[in-house]
């Protein structure tokens, strides 16, 4: 547990198996308890860790009176199944999260048979297309997820004793992610949207939205506006130059665009073979696609998908199909 400024606390709640390592949580305290900023992943080991953090401050999971998640990735969302078990906390999300919760344990089956028709239409082989499961869900799990007591739609202040917590919404990384802007402390909770060090996963695939790259680079010029002095994000560190931080994520994916358009020089090709030709983690030196681990593979063809579905809005590409597969070229 790290005390932010008085009266906002940081909770690190473990994520098994991931080299993230943690999800930042945040606790804000109230009037009538506290709000709980993200909830972690669901596990024992993470209720375990939330249970000993707070009992630092003297506190128990009955003192969380509401719990706002920035989106409903099983990091930020996965305990709260768990903690509705415990507490009588008020759920807060934004709508549309709630509506992906909802398509995606009622819909999975068509949901998993869209995510192969998407690979496979884009032309990846088939010992590269998705085992066939819903990322980040466990299908042993009920059907009927937990649903938010409240949704929010940006544009609401959240008040908290002393702290008035403006929701914005900024879709990209997840359709209904929100952030909450603190103006009288200059303190943003960012969730996923902007993080210190890595740049979020931005992919287009089944519930998406029709251009999350798009939406997220938008999102980004928003935040820019914005008088921060501390940004509070979901993982890695907190750090203090938004701006900076902005500018350089955009930049990320401003190249990316100009490496996938040198792709197509020499012609037509698939999302698959473009991924295939992108340098993939530049900022750790670069790592060719076929050194990838499977899933960061499957990430690589999803996110590459994003920036052409982008570039095509803005003209700069087109797509056709040629027997059944999809094919992107610069747009004359």
Not at 26 to 53: E, F
Not at 138 to 146: A, I, K, L, N, Q
Not at 197 to 213: A, E, H, K, W
Not at 282 to 297: H, R
Request: net charge negative.
């Amino acid at each position: 547990m790290t005390e932010i400024i008085p009266g906002i606390y940081q909770l690190q709640i473990p994520i098994p198996n991931n080299p993230l390592g943690h999800t930042n949580t945040y606790l804000v305290q109230g009037d009538d308890g506290y709000l709980l900023i993200d909830a972690g992943w669901d596990s024992g080991q993470a209720l375990l860790s939330m249970k000993n953090q707070l009992a630092e401050l003297g506190l128990t999971l009955n003192d969380i009176s509401r719990i706002l998640v920035t989106h409903v990735h099983g990091d930020h969302y996965g305990l709260v199944r768990t903690l509705r078990q415990h507490i009588e906390a008020e759920i807060m999300l934004h709508y549309l999260e709630a509506e992906l919760l909802t398509s995606s344990y009622k819909n999975v089956e068509d949901t998993l048979v869209q995510i192969e028709q998407l690979f496979r239409s884009n032309g990846a082989p088939d010992d590269e297309i998705p085992v066939p499961r819903f990322p980040g869900r466990d299908r042993r799990r009920p059907t009927t997820p937990v649903m938010p007591d409240t949704t929010l739609k940006g544009g609401e202040t959240i008040s908290a004793g002393d702290f008035k917590l403006m929701v914005l919404w900024t879709p990209g990384h997840s359709p209904g992610h929100i952030c909450l802007y603190e103006p009288s402390r200059k303190i943003l909770f960012a969730g996923d949207h902007v993080l210190p060090v890595i740049t979020p996963n931005i992919s287009l695939q089944p519930y998406s939205g029709d251009n999350p790259l798009g939406d997220f680079m938008d999102s980004l010029n928003t935040l820019k506006e914005l008088d921060v002095e501390l940004v509070l994000p979901a993982h890695e560190h907190t750090y203090t130059n938004l701006r900076k931080r902005i500018d350089e994520i955009i930049h990320h994916h401003q190249q990316r665009n100009l490496e996938i358009l040198e792709t197509l020089d020499a012609g037509p090709k698939t999302a698959y073979q473009i991924s295939r030709n992108i340098t993939w983690v530049p900022d750790s030196g670069g790592i060719k696609y076929e050194n990838l681990p499977p899933m960061d593979k499957r990430m690589a063809v999803l996110e590459t998908l994003a920036h052409l579905k982008a570039m095509e809005v803005n003209g700069v590409v087109e797509k056709f199909t040629r027997n059944s597969t999809i094919l992107f070229r610069k747009h004359t």
